[in-house]
Structures are given as C-alpha cells and as structure tokens.
C-alpha cells in the first residue's frame, strides 16, 4: 500500500441506519482530515437533474446504473490522491460489493456494520421526507448479506457512543482489513 494513499473508513447499513449522524460525528471527533462522502451528498447538491427525473422526462432506471458505477469509480480517485475518507453507502448487491472490493483493494479501508432493527428502520424512514417507504426494509434484507466487517455496531446504541466504538477500534486496527479478506 503507498504511504500517500487516504485511509478509508467505511459504513455499510441500511437506509435510515443512522449512517450520516455517525459520518458526521466521526469526521469532527477524528484527529486527522477526512472526507464524508455519500451518495446523499451528490442528491442533495443537486448533481442529478431531480425535477426532470420526478416529472418522468427522465428515467431513473435508465441513469441508475451509470449514477452509481460513477460514484464506486470515483472513491478510489479520492483515496489515490490522498485524501481520507468517510464512506457512507448501502451495499446493495454482491456486483457491488465484488466492484467496491476490486477498486479499493489498494487502500487502508476499515469496514464499519451498522445494524438496526426493522422495527426502528421503518420509524425512522417514515420520519424523513425525503426517503420512499419501503427501501429500509429492502437493504434491512440486502445490506449485510456476506458481509464480514472489522466492526460491527448496533445504530440503537447513542451516537456518541458508537462514533467513540469506531475511533477506538480503528486506532487499534490491523492488516489486513475485513474488507480486504472478503
């Protein structure tokens, strides 16, 4: 692995898992520069052209595919260049996993599960505005198939207190990653 590389912290749970509110701790509680980066992030800059996608101008499940190959291809580019990384993401296919595993192969990636149950998920997904019913249950059912992680966390427990689970265990962290033997 070049020293120059980013190191990657990785967080793979379902959607309202509480992935962004552990990101967003960590990135200000860790002693080094990280990058939180997100397939939400890209959403909500307005990346995608949304209003033409909603009216049906354009079809998602043509652009889906090209949206997200984009998105795995460009995290190794960060790494390469240096920067550290927060991932938050959904895996939501073996293709996925077997892409994500190939590009970030060359990279210090801690792989973080978060774990919720169906229960909460579904609460919390009826919450937010922006997130159709029914995709918790759905990863609830994807996200963690065959999955083996450095660290698992249950997304119930405080925020602070996982984000603390993380630094810690990360700080103790060894070679190679769970990510890296999948």
Request: proline letters at 6%; charged letters at 40%.
């Given at each position: 692995m070049h020293q120059k590389y980013g190191k990657i912290i990785f967080l793979n749970g379902a959607s309202s898992s509480g992935k962004t509110s552990i990101a967003q701790l960590l990135q200000q509680k860790i002693e080094e520069p990280f990058w939180h980066i997100s397939i939400d992030h890209l959403r909500d800059a307005g990346v995608l052209p949304l209003g033409r996608i909603r009216s049906?101008?354009?079809k998602?499940?043509?652009l889906r595919d090209s949206f997200f190959s984009g998105f795995h291809h460009s995290l190794p580019q960060y790494a390469e260049a240096g920067n550290n990384l927060i991932i938050e993401h959904i895996i939501e296919t073996k293709e996925w996993k077997e892409l994500l595993i190939e590009l970030l192969k060359?990279?210090?990636v801690y792989f973080v599960g978060l774990h919720c149950t169906l229960d909460e998920l579904e609460r919390r997904e009826k919450l937010r505005p922006n997130r159709p019913i029914g995709d918790a249950?759905?990863?609830f059912e994807n996200?963690?198939?065959h999955m083996r992680y450095d660290l698992e966390i249950?997304?119930?427990r405080p925020v602070e207190e996982n984000v603390d689970l993380i630094l810690s265990s990360w700080r103790q962290r060894s070679s190679p990653s769970a990510f890296n033997q999948l």
């Open positions: 049906g101008e354009f998602w499940s043509e060359p990279f210090d249950r759905k990863d996200a963690h198939l249950d997304s119930m």
